[in-house]
């Protein structure tokens, strides 16, 4: 049986990115981890050195410095993407370093199992306000990240109201049908290899190069253009409360909500804010 891939990017909450791990510590599982480079090095040295799997491979990435929205998580993905695929896995899956399973181990595997050949990722209506994404220029989104009111969020929006007034398009050439969905995924092999040379085409590293939150359009954009649509799930088996928060971050009252939810995993949690979720999720799978 091919082992799955667990592809985490994580920039904080140490202890809780090592729960995460040791839930994922399987022999069926093969772990790449990339860590971001704002995130003090000490903290990262000292949780690398110390973390020590007892039946899963764990692969630490060298780091980048990622920013909220820019081209740089596209970045990070395909890195863990890259190194993940130089052995075959049957899946792999995308997770954040805040979020945790909510299913058992065997329960999972056997899930992907019986629907093999699927690629579960989300889609959402794709509106001209997000074709913009990737529309114009966005140099300075890696600096600005989540940071507005900054110098470098005003130099953005002074660039991008010139680009509209010079009608800049860098779609105007394209052929893509362009769609968007959640950054996170569960996606076989085959898709992984086939996502990687999309990414490599010369138009695809034009079209995302200094992009705006395009981590949630470039996976789902692929899958459209290609013969995957037709096995694409619309579903990414993640259960991610954007009415309560930015997404929400769950609490002990939640237990019951997650444990009958028919996802997979959860995100996000906080072990700093809500540490007696994230110990009651661990007994049950336990």
């Not at 889609?123 to 529309?135: T, W």
């Not at 005003?154 to 398009?169: P, S």
């Not at 995302?208 to 799930?233: G, K, L, M, P, Y």
Request: hydrophobic share 40%; with cysteine; charged share 30%.
């Amino acid at each position: 049986m091919k082992t799955h891939a667990y592809l985490i990017t994580a920039h904080h909450e140490f202890p809780l990115l090592e729960k995460l791990l040791r839930l994922l510590d399987h022999e069926e599982n093969d772990i790449y981890v990339h860590i971001d480079k704002k995130a003090p090095r000490a903290q990262y040295e000292v949780f690398a050195e110390s973390y020590a799997p007892e039946h899963a491979r764990v692969t630490f990435l060298p780091r980048i410095r990622v920013g909220w929205g820019g081209d740089s998580q596209i970045k990070a993905i395909l890195n863990l993407l890259r190194e993940a695929t130089e052995f075959e896995h049957a899946y792999y899956h995308l997770l954040s370093g805040v979020d945790l399973p909510i299913k058992p181990h065997g329960e999972i595997l056997r899930f992907f199992e019986e629907r093999p050949e699927r690629q579960f990722l989300s889609f959402v209506p794709m509106e001209n306000s997000c074709l913009e994404r990737v529309r114009y220029w966005y140099p300075f989104h890696n600096r600005v990240g989540n940071h507005w009111g900054s110098f470098w969020f005003y130099m953005e929006r002074a660039l991008l109201r010139v680009q509209k007034e010079l009608g800049i398009d860098r779609l105007r050439k394209s052929a893509l049908v362009w769609r968007k969905g959640g950054t996170w995924f569960s996606v076989t092999h085959a898709f992984a290899l086939g996502l990687l040379d999309f990414m490599a085409q010369p138009e695809q590293r034009r079209a995302f190069r200094h992009s705006c939150c395009a981590d949630e359009i470039f996976v789902q954009t692929f899958a459209w253009n290609s013969e995957f649509r037709a096995r694409a799930v619309d579903n990414d088996l993640r259960e991610i409360d954007w009415e309560r928060g930015g997404p929400y971050t769950y609490t002990e009252e939640d237990f019951d909500f997650l444990t009958r939810s028919p996802d997979l995993w959860a995100r996000k949690f906080s072990l700093e804010k809500h540490p007696g979720i994230v110990e009651q999720l661990i007994n049950h799978l336990k």
